[in-house]
């Protein structure tokens, strides 16, 4: 069973990081596209960033020159460094990947920036 787990959520204040991770079991992902998407309340879900099979990344106009997504092939795991968090960004992170055709979600882990 292939599985997605995020962690690494929490409640920080404006101006401050977080890094948040996704841990994938039960198939290798190095050769996924996999993406972030996060859902603010009362809000669509929306794409945040992605990274390709050859280590590119691509990034939301909201959060580009703030967020970088790394992955470590060996822990088959991804990562989200959020630098200089708002209120704005606060919502629930899902992690998303795209393999051989199939797509697979996390649950999410939450993300509150307030003062």
């Known amino acids: 069973q292939v599985l997605l787990q995020e962690s690494g959520g929490g409640a920080v204040r404006p101006g401050e990081s977080l890094r948040i991770s996704c841990a994938a079991s039960g198939s290798s992902f190095s050769t996924a596209y996999m993406a972030w998407y996060r859902q603010a309340p009362g809000q669509e879900r929306e794409w945040v960033g992605r990274i390709i099979p050859n280590g590119e990344t691509q990034y939301a106009d909201s959060v580009k020159g703030r967020f970088t997504i790394s992955r470590d092939i060996r822990r088959n795991t991804l990562y989200l460094q959020m630098n200089n968090l708002t209120p704005e960004d606060t919502g629930v992170y899902y992690c998303?990947?795209?393999?051989?055709?199939?797509?697979?979600w996390g649950q999410g882990t939450q993300v509150t920036v307030s003062t």
């Open positions: 998303n990947g795209i393999k051989r055709g199939t797509t697979y």
